[in-house]
């Protein structure tokens, strides 16, 4: 069963508008991570914001901030005011992991959205 | 640090050819994991190591693959003989398990090319 969906293949918006990516997951484990990466075209994977499942604020740094609904098991990322430089592959993933020690899975990653930003 | 930090970069081999792609995660992290990334399959998680021992390995393709990890700085795949449907970017990252920093950190791949 695929865990991470992101239902948007491609995605084209104007410079400094606000951009929502979307992603749903599929997990019975309590205690997971959820993350999204950026992968420009030179093809390095850079992450950029991470969401405990038991963080009761939603994650941000800078002009990323990941809108987590767990009870709908979502995990949006929203960047505000785009720059043709956020023109990328995104990648939204999930870590289940006991975070009291126990062993932790590997990241699953869903498909990715192609955003590409305007001028 | 340097970050994880993979080799080679790129690697252009005949079919047939054994491959080896390595690896030097970032040091203290006890978690290290092997990703595939093509257009048809994304990123696919291959095997991963926590403490130098694999943990999962139900992601490697066939059993042309294998993957070491002798010590804690050191991983490799290797790929035995090579197939051109094994052409792909070969992401490996590291990274701990805690709560606030369980994020993967990844190298910057190595592109295989099997001709």
């Known amino acids: 069963a695929q865990k991470i969906t992101q239902t948007q293949p491609g995605m084209f918006v104007q410079e400094k508008e606000a951009v929502t990516l979307d992603c749903t997951y599929d997990?019975?484990?309590?205690?997971?991570?959820l993350f999204w990466y950026k992968q420009p075209s030179s093809g390095e994977m850079i992450f950029l914001i991470y969401?405990?499942?038991?963080?009761?604020q939603n994650a941000t740094e800078g002009r990323y901030s990941l809108n987590f609904q767990k009870a709908r098991k979502s995990a949006n990322l929203v960047i505000s005011a785009s720059q043709l430089g956020d023109s990328a592959m995104y990648f939204c993933?999930?870590?289940?992991?006991?975070?009291?020690?126990?062993?932790?899975?590997?990241?699953?990653f869903g498909k990715g959205t192609h955003l590409i930003i305007q001028p | 640090d340097a970050g994880v930090i993979q080799s080679p970069r790129h690697e252009v081999t005949e079919m047939g050819q054994e491959v080896t792609l390595r690896c030097k995660p970032i040091?203290?992290?006890?978690?290290l994991f092997w990703y595939r990334q093509t257009m048809m399959r994304g990123l696919e998680l291959l095997i991963y190591?926590?403490?130098?021992?694999?943990?999962?390995d139900s992601g490697m393709p066939e059993d042309r693959f294998s993957a070491k990890m002798p010590n804690a700085s050191f991983s490799t795949l290797k790929i035995q003989p090579s197939e051109p449907r094994d052409s792909a970017v070969y992401f490996c990252?590291?990274?701990?398990?805690?709560?606030?920093?369980?994020?993967?950190?990844f190298g910057q791949g190595t592109r295989l090319t099997v001709v």
């Open positions: 990252a590291s990274s701990l398990v805690h709560p606030e920093g369980p994020e993967a950190f």
């Open positions: 997990t019975s484990d309590p205690s997971y991570g």
């Open positions: 969401q405990g499942s038991y963080d009761q």
């Open positions: 993933a999930m870590r289940e992991a006991p975070w009291d020690g126990g062993g932790a899975d590997g990241l699953t």
């Open positions: 040091s203290g992290h006890d978690y």
């Open positions: 190591f926590n403490n130098n021992v694999p943990i999962d």
